[in-house]
């Protein structure tokens, strides 16, 4: 029996809201984070809507997240969201900044895709035009993957194991759970856990490319966005960051933590490329599995589950995800759980997607409703012959939530679950 | 340039480098730039390219390896800046 782990601390940078409250606020009222990207239609980009944080960029020094000269050269938008995500969890867990010594029992797991390839923009150009000599030395700490987490774990001093993990869509839930596993065999006693993506230009661009994107909708940024919909045409994508607190339980009794909910367990795997599976594409045996395996090693049977937090990003895999939830959980039609899609509001923000969807579980356990799922007022009717409509609720619905699931399956065939609790004694 | 000429112009560059402001607006020649201005040393490249930039002059390895307190700084600067005049 390994230790119990709970979450004492969240910080979010969301399309909808940056900050707890605002976030809450949004996705108890269904607040879109969508907007049309002109650039995006000068680039001749389909889609030409995404999911973009109203992010004050001068509040990293001016909020004292990090110094002017670390501020001065700082590039990476990447870095930027999750630092914020991650310094406001650190501050809502109870805890202060500064630290003189290193917090030896405090570690991190915090991931992402891949670094602000627009910031890389201006490197490449010195580089070519034969003036590498000019390019200073605030770029590789940037372009590292592990960017993040040296900012993150620099500035709070974090020091037991920080680990940079990258799964693709699956990278949020990932993260999550590499910590909770950390504390729960007694590697650390607290992990600072989340993800973050900055959906830059180019990236966007490849995604684009690959007609996996909302094109229909550039006139109406809202509507862009319609997980499990018979329009659904493709996701939308979103940047920003989620993160969390997590605590051995009686390390953060002992200090007098606020606990917001408990990590029971999750499962972590991948489908491995074959029975259906492809690059881009989930194998559903693997899919199943996972989740399987979470409700295993979380304790948790099937019937306990209230609420699904889905993948579902809007595209036609959509269909097959909500399948393999049934397949899993043996239930379907009216006995299928309460599920939600975050997309709907947010869009898709790849690595960041599992971190900010998991703060919204545990918000929905802790304020005890259920989010709405927005633009689903035209169910695709192969979901709908499936599971029962008034399962996929389209206003936020008031009731106790007290076991969540949250999943993300992302390229690569990687697959990532987590079952969250409401906390009790 | 005088010398005094070239310290003012240097506090400006080294100032985005250093969150010692204090020290800074008294910094003399003896002035070390790690030791007292708590300039991290990765941040010396940033300080040689910003000057590079400012003065228009090329500053090769050996000479930025002299360059760690203001007088260094600025023997090398009006060295350079003397090589180009």
Redesign the interface.
Known sequence: MGKRVVVTGMGVVSPNGVGIPAFLHAIQNGISGIKFMPRYQELNFSCQVAGMPAFDWESLKTKNYI???VF??LKGTNIGYGLVAAMDAWADSGMDWETEEPRWETGCVFGNSIADTEAMKNVIAKVDNKEA??L???VVEQAMNSGVTSYISGRLGLGNKVVTNSSACATGTQAILMGYEFIKDGYAKRMLVGSTEHVDTYVYGAFDSMRVLSRKFNDTPEKASRPMSITAGGFVPGSGSGALVLEDLDFALERGAHIYAEVLGGSSNSGGQRLGGTMTAANSTGVVRCITEAMSMAGVGPDQIDLISGHLTATNADRQEIQNWITALGRGGDDFPLTNSLKSMIGHSLSAAGSIETVASILQIVHGFVHPNINFEDPNPEIANLVSLEKLPVKMIKKEVNIAAKANFGFGDVNSCLILSKYNK | MTRTEILDELKKVIAPYTTNKEMLASINEQTDLIKDLKINSANLVDIIIDAEAKYDIEIDYDSADKMVNVGTCIDVISEKLNQKA
């Open positions: 110094s002017e000269v001065h050269g000599k000019k200073g030395s605030r």
